[in-house]
């Protein structure tokens, strides 16, 4: 048995898991906010806390980091935090009471921007080789690939973009950071839409494909086309994150190596010098996290929650009528298909061939009633407990 270099790990999603809508607009329960502060406090005494999140790394971090991060190379701007949309302002990640729990973690894991280790310098180093993996220039190339699609409608997909994705609305504060060089939202009013145009980008896609295939271009090639969309037909992925309990459509184009599994995968193994973690937790609410919850990490003894709330507990809670259905357009038979109870409700087994068991938390079974960051909480106290496995 491989002896393990790093001992308790904790891996977790900010928005919809640590902090809730109610914690961040003053609404939530003060149970909430201790929540996420214990989980922080108990990760930290027990291990490495880190965070994989929608957020962009300069969310994450303390003014102090930012500063010292800035000054070795970091180079997106401060974020917006405070104010409302044409009015916002800089306002310390640190003096924010439901963002406490998550700022200055080990390692930032953002979908969008990439990976990013704490040094004992305090400042965070950028992981450059996993950034060249997600490729030159792909905004640009990506942008290019939007412009170009049309429908019968001849809709200009652009118009769908969500806010942030113009540098001009950071510069006159309306959104609260500058794009994003690895990822592209989309939003929309309702799922019809979404579906849509979602649906008319993968068809653009396969178009784009076929086309490359058939005149045998590569990056390597000298080509018009791959001067304008680069390798996109090869490296561009859509992932959902779409919320319909909370009228929530939107989703992201992203380069294939851009995942949250791939991200946690990456750090992880940094992190543990590529050698096997003693206990890992994994906790989120959406589809990625499900993703890295179920793939990443090596590791002898590894959760994944799902936390309370999640809109995807549901279709994971074999108790359910959902139990194995589709989430907004998305199967999730690549977990349900593996999963086995073990007699104690929310809790079952995550069985593939050739890999370490893992345990599946469904949090608003095993923890019905709690917040998100409290199931997170509940199940830390649970965890050294002989009946937890």
Not at 149 to 165: G, Q, S, T, V
Not at 300 to 329: K, W
Request: with cysteine; proline share 5%.
């Amino acid at each position: 048995m491989e002896t393990p270099s790093l001992g308790y790990v904790g891996v977790f999603d900010v928005d919809g898991t640590l902090m809730t809508e109610a914690m961040k607009d003053g609404t939530a329960a003060p149970e909430a906010l201790a929540a996420a502060q214990f989980v922080r406090d108990y990760v930290d005494t027990n291990g490495t806390f880190t965070v994989a999140s929608a957020q962009t790394a300069e969310m994450l971090m303390s003014n102090e980091y930012h500063t010292a991060s800035v000054h070795n190379g970091f180079s997106r701007p401060r974020p917006l935090l405070g104010g409302t949309p044409g009015r916002r302002y800089y306002l310390k990640p640190e003096t924010i009471a439901c963002r406490v729990p998550f700022t200055d973690p080990k390692a930032i894991m953002s979908m969008g921007t990439g990976c990013y280790f704490l040094q004992p310098e305090e400042w965070y180093r950028e992981r450059r080789s996993y950034k060249r993996r997600l490729g030159i220039n792909w905004r640009a190339h990506a942008l290019n690939f939007i412009r170009l699609i049309r429908n019968p409608l001849l809709e200009d997909y652009r118009d769908y973009l969500a806010p942030i994705e113009f540098e001009e609305n950071y510069r006159t504060a309306k959104t609260d950071v500058m794009p994003l060089e690895y990822r592209i939202q989309f939003q929309f009013l309702n799922r019809a839409t979404k579906d849509r145009v979602k649906n008319d980008i993968q068809t653009a896609l396969l178009g784009l494909r076929q086309v490359a295939n058939l005149s045998g271009i590569t990056v390597e090639n000298n080509n018009s086309l791959v001067e304008e969309f680069g390798n996109i037909h090869q490296n561009l992925r859509i992932v959902d994150e779409s919320d319909e309990t909370i009228e929530k459509f939107q989703f992201y184009l992203m380069p294939r190596y851009a995942s949250k599994e791939e991200m946690v995968d990456e750090t992880l193994a940094i992190l543990s010098r590529g050698e096997m973690i003693e206990d890992l937790l994994i906790a989120g609410d959406q589809v990625p996290d499900l993703r890295a919850g179920c793939y990443a990490g090596r590791a002898l003894r590894a959760t994944f929650l799902l936390v309370g709330d999640s809109p995807l507990a549901p279709y994971l809670d074999r108790n359910d009528s959902r139990f194995g259905l589709r989430h907004v357009g998305e199967s999730l038979r690549f977990i349900t298909d593996n999963l086995n109870p073990t007699g104690r409700a929310g809790f079952e087994m995550l069985e593939r061939a050739g890999v370490p068991m893992r345990m599946f938390v469904n949090g608003s079974v095993a923890y019905p009633g709690l917040s998100a960051p409290e199931t997170i909480a509940a199940f830390l106290k649970d965890r050294n407990k002989p009946t937890l496995y």
